[in-house]
């Protein structure tokens, strides 16, 4: 199996979002009374609300129902794997380890790596794409070339090797375990930048010739203040759309580095190891594959459909779906 970082889907939605932002009225950013509207906007789409209620419920699940779950490496060694039933739910797993408690342990594993890197990828390719975006010239034509080379390179193997590192000695800061979620976040939001990066220079390529910019340059206004004050607030609307798809795609390829034993390590639960226990097992232990996979397939679903909804808010030149 092979993957690479910012598929060939991936790139087309970052070379026409990069090519439509540079040329055409970009996203308006909400202000003030027009994030209400943007809200109300948000609401009439049915399929985004649909989105939001069944994410607010994963992350309660994972982030409060897993208080009340027992620990998911408490074993029950008198007790043999078993399917669900009204004591296990889940039923349990290949070591009498209660699955739900797991699944939703591994929740939180997967979705905090996933929202670490969103973060992370927003503020690489936001610092890169605006940089290159608003000065041009041979920054542009550097910065750009670089990105399009990151993103041509192939996560996998990038991935397994740094992996395999295992512990980085990082002197006074301590060390640091490229195999555990804080290693995984790091090295996935170096690889995820890219299609925010692409989007940030096409939005800023046509904000820099809006009559506000010339109004504040012609005041004095450095480039700095021009990029922090005038630049970055009118992007916000694609970079939120942008990093929200982030976190979707971040989860898919944390589950499949675990799952193929170059992610998160067990002990520690994640939504990809938690996989691997039904490898060779799928017919006689199907819900070791079903209930993580469950998971991993709605999280995505909702990331997405909520995604699609701030889409349609914040551009109220788009026809919200009834």
């Given at each position: 199996?092979?993957?690479?970082?910012?598929?060939?889907?991936?790139?087309?939605?970052a070379?026409?979002?990069?090519?439509?932002?540079?040329?055409?009225?970009l996203?308006?950013?909400?202000r003030?009374g027009?994030?209400?509207?943007?809200?109300?906007?948000?609401?009439?789409?049915?399929?985004?609300?649909?989105?939001?209620?069944?994410?607010?419920?994963?992350?309660?699940?994972?982030?409060?129902?897993?208080?009340?779950?027992?620990?998911?490496?408490?074993?029950?060694?008198?007790?043999?794997i078993a399917?669900?039933?009204?004591?296990?739910?889940f039923?349990?797993?290949?070591?009498?380890?209660?699955?739900?408690?797991?699944v939703?342990?591994?929740?939180?594993?997967?979705?905090?790596?996933?929202v670490g890197?969103?973060?992370?990828?927003t503020?690489?390719g936001?610092?890169?794409?605006?940089?290159?975006?608003?000065?041009?010239g041979?920054?542009d034509?550097?910065?750009?070339r670089?990105?399009?080379?990151?993103?041509?390179?192939?996560?996998?193997p990038?991935?397994?090797?740094?992996?395999?590192?295992?512990?980085?000695?990082?002197?006074?800061l301590?060390?640091l375990?490229?195999?555990?979620?804080?290693?995984?976040?790091?090295?996935?939001s170096l690889?995820l930048?890219?299609?925010?990066?692409?989007v940030?220079?096409?939005?800023t390529?046509?904000?820099?010739?809006?009559?506000f910019?010339?109004?504040?340059?012609?005041?004095?206004s450095?480039?700095?203040r021009?990029?922090?004050?005038?630049?970055?607030?009118?992007?916000l609307?694609?970079?939120?759309v942008?990093?929200?798809?982030?976190?979707?795609?971040?989860?898919l390829?944390?589950?499949?580095?675990?799952?193929?034993?170059?992610?998160?390590q067990p002990?520690?639960?994640?939504w990809?190891?938690?996989?691997?226990?039904?490898?060779?097992?799928?017919?006689?232990?199907?819900?070791?594959?079903v209930?993580?996979g469950?998971a991993?397939?709605?999280?995505?679903?909702?990331?997405?459909?909520v995604g699609?909804?701030?889409?349609d808010?914040?551009?109220?030149?788009r026809?919200v779906r009834?």
């Open positions: 199996m092979s993957m690479r970082v910012g598929d060939e889907s991936g790139r087309a939605r070379e026409s979002n990069d090519a439509g932002l540079a040329t055409t009225a996203i308006p950013t909400p003030g027009e994030w209400r509207r943007a809200w109300r906007r948000f609401r009439r789409h049915r399929v985004a609300m649909v989105g939001l209620g069944l994410l607010t419920f994963i992350v309660l699940a994972c982030f409060v129902g897993a208080r009340f779950a027992p620990s998911p490496t408490e074993q029950s060694l008198l007790e043999p399917g669900p039933s009204a004591d296990h739910w039923g349990t797993d290949l070591l009498s380890r209660d699955e739900l408690s797991r939703l342990h591994g929740g939180q594993v997967s979705l905090k790596i996933a890197v969103a973060l992370l990828t503020v690489i936001v610092v890169i794409g605006a940089l290159a975006g608003f000065y041009r041979w920054l034509e550097l910065l750009m670089f990105t399009d080379l990151w993103i041509a390179l192939p996560a996998l990038f991935l397994a090797v740094a992996v395999s590192i295992g512990t980085v000695d990082l002197g006074p301590g060390t375990d490229l195999g555990g979620p804080l290693g995984m976040t790091l090295l996935l690889l930048w890219g299609s925010i990066a692409r940030v220079r096409g939005a390529l046509g904000l820099r010739e809006r009559e910019v010339d109004a504040s340059r012609a005041m004095g450095t480039n700095r021009i990029i922090w004050r005038h630049v970055l607030p009118n992007c609307g694609p970079i939120t942008n990093a929200t798809l982030v976190v979707a795609e971040a989860i390829v944390e589950s499949t580095l675990s799952f193929l034993g170059f992610g998160i002990p520690t639960p994640s990809g190891n938690l996989l691997t226990d039904a490898i060779g097992n799928v017919e006689d232990y199907w819900w070791l594959v209930f993580p469950a991993i397939f709605l999280t995505v679903l909702a990331i997405n459909f699609d909804g701030l889409r808010a914040l551009d109220p030149r026809q009834a």
